[in-house]
């Protein structure tokens, strides 16, 4: 089993990774004297396949826990769900010193972190992410929060977990496309902060898409630690921190105008990566050997990397854009690599360079019907 340390003074936590890490789970909240009663919130996918083993290990180890199983996908992160969760909460007496133990991918980690955020004024929260993203991103660093129908996470808290649990045996069971996307968050890692762990995925590729224990252990512990670096030095986003959103500029807007559906988060930040990179060649001279390293491990991880855009759409896109947070004064700000494994943020974009950027020819963007308001996103 590796583990990394969140080191946030008093708020500091592990990262367990490994097969068979949510064995650990009875034991690590013993230890840290949680209140017997307790609340696993999971989604209707994840709870058939780890609910039952999850629940029986607590109340094995003297716990009292009840199930709360929300919808799958996205629309469960919404103030609706948030309410139910609260509900259920209340009906089972939880108290100050009892827990929650978000169980599933980023939907389930946002949703019961906020639960627990915000539940009697905070009550503790266990990360167990069973997602590929949710275990390098979103398990990690304490962003938690919901939808409004008006955009995506406009709710939210920074709440970080007593301890996060990264069972790579979970993985097995996540579907291929889940898998790839989450992918493009590892990638992501190599581009904007650590050659050695960018050639490594160049090299072990076959392996990762195979999910080998080993060398999954080891992106996994290595995608951690850079997060937890860089939320050490930055928790709440005042600087360094939006590197991690490095390619989300354009793949949050194609997210949004596509209505949440066609794309997968990872497949948009994807196209959104490759595209940034492009831009980094003409603004910071990112050497075209290197955009073409960047947008080749993509394809190979069989991610989509560019867009094909009719001009209303690119309009859309480009506005969309143009509401995101990471805009000050109308203009848009981009992450842009300097080289593969170094980038710099806050970097302005012309409008007319992002447009010929986005000229390349893709996948076509089709609308779908949205739950959310398309122009409003936060990261
Ligand atoms: P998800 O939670 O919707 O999970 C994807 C799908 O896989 C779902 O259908 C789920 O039921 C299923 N699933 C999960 N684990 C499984 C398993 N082990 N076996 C089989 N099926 C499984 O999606 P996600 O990609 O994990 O997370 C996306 C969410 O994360 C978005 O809402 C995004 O905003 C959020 N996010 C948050 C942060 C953060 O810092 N808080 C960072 C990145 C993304
Ligand atoms: N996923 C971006 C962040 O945690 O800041």
């Known amino acids: 089993m590796r583990t990394v340390k969140v080191p946030l003074g008093d708020r500091s936590y592990p990262i367990y990774i490994g097969a068979g890490a949510l064995s650990r789970l009875p034991m690590e909240c013993a230890r840290r004297q949680l209140a017997a009663r307790c609340a696993v919130i999971s989604d209707r996918n994840v709870a058939p396949l780890y609910g039952d083993r999850v629940l029986r290990s607590l109340r094995e180890a003297g716990f009292d826990p009840i199930l709360i199983a929300v919808p799958a996908g996205e629309k469960a992160k919404s103030l609706r769900f948030v309410q139910q969760c609260y509900e259920q909460l209340a009906v089972h007496r939880l108290e100050r010193g009892s827990f929650i133990v978000a169980l599933g991918g980023g939907v389930v980690g946002d949703l019961a972190g906020f639960v627990a955020a915000t539940y009697l004024r905070g009550i503790a929260l266990?990360?167990?992410?069973?997602?590929?993203?949710?275990?390098?991103?979103?398990?990690?660093?304490?962003k938690v929060g919901v939808n409004l129908p008006a955009g995506k996470n406009l709710v939210g808290a920074f709440y970080q977990p007593r301890f996060v649990l990264c069972d790579l045996d979970t993985l097995n069971?996540?579907?291929?496309?889940?898998?790839?996307?989450?992918?493009?968050?590892?990638?992501?890692?190599?581009?904007?902060?650590?050659?050695?762990?960018?050639?490594?995925?160049?090299?072990?590729?076959?392996?990762?898409?195979?999910?080998?224990?080993?060398?999954?252990?080891?992106?996994?512990?290595?995608?951690?630690?850079?997060?937890?670096?860089?939320?050490?030095q930055d928790?709440?986003?005042?600087?360094?921190?939006?590197?991690?959103?490095?390619?989300?500029?354009?793949?949050?807007?194609?997210?949004?105008v596509s209505g949440y559906g066609k794309f997968l988060h990872g497949e948009a930040i994807s196209i959104g990566q490759t595209a940034a990179a492009r831009i980094?060649?003409?603004?910071?001279?990112?050497?075209?050997?290197?955009?073409?390293?960047?947008?080749?491990?993509?394809?190979?991880?069989?991610?989509?990397?560019?867009?094909?855009?009719?001009?209303?759409?690119?309009?859309k896109l480009i506005e969309t854009m143009r509401l995101d947070k990471k805009v000050r004064g109308g203009e848009?700000?981009?992450?842009?690599?300097?080289?593969?494994?170094?980038?710099?943020?806050?970097?302005k974009v012309p409008t007319a360079l992002i447009e010929e950027t986005l000229d390349a020819a893709g996948p076509a963007l089709n609308p779908q019907p949205s739950i959310l308001n398309p122009s409003r996103v936060r990261c």
Do not use: M
């Open 126 to 142: 266990v990360q167990a992410p069973t997602t590929l993203l949710a275990q390098v991103d979103s398990s990690v660093g304490g």
């Open 173 to 232: 069971s996540l579907p291929r496309r889940e898998f790839r996307a989450g992918l493009a968050e590892v990638i992501k890692y190599g581009i904007i902060y650590d050659a050695a762990l960018f050639r490594l995925l160049e090299r072990d590729l076959a392996g990762i898409l195979g999910r080998e224990r080993g060398v999954l252990a080891a992106v996994v512990a290595r995608c951690c630690a850079i997060k937890a670096d860089v939320v050490r």
């Open 235 to 256: 928790e709440t986003e005042s600087g360094l921190r939006a590197i991690l959103n490095f390619g989300h500029t354009i793949g949050h807007a194609i997210e949004a």
């Open 280 to 315: 980094s060649s003409r603004i910071l001279r990112l050497r075209p050997s290197d955009v073409e390293r960047i947008t080749n491990l993509f394809k190979r991880a069989d991610l989509p990397t560019s867009i094909q855009l009719r001009g209303a759409q690119r309009a």
């Open 332 to 347: 848009i700000k981009f992450v842009l690599a300097k080289r593969i494994g170094h980038v710099v943020w806050g970097e």
